[in-house]
């Protein structure tokens, strides 16, 4: 964990934790990846190698879905 921690500090990004002793949680985390898997990764591997285009079209991702979907 340390060296991975050292990595994402190295990297920038940003490291969540869900919360302790709250299992319900990791249902709503695992569908959440799942969705992302599906939606954007999946459709967008072509990105791949073009790690920073990826990066910047994930990054929004989620805030263009939810404008697309109540608006």
């Known amino acids: 964990m340390k060296k991975f921690s050292k990595i994402l500090k190295e990297e920038e990004i940003q490291q969540l934790f869900s919360y302790p002793r709250c299992p319900k949680i990791n249902g709503y985390i695992e ?17 791949v190698g073009g790690q920073e285009e990826f990066n910047r079209m994930l990054h929004v991702y989620p805030i263009d879905t939810v404008a697309c979907n109540y608006f």
């Open 31 to 47: 569908r959440y990846n799942m969705t992302l898997r599906e939606e954007f990764v999946n459709n967008n591997e072509m990105l």
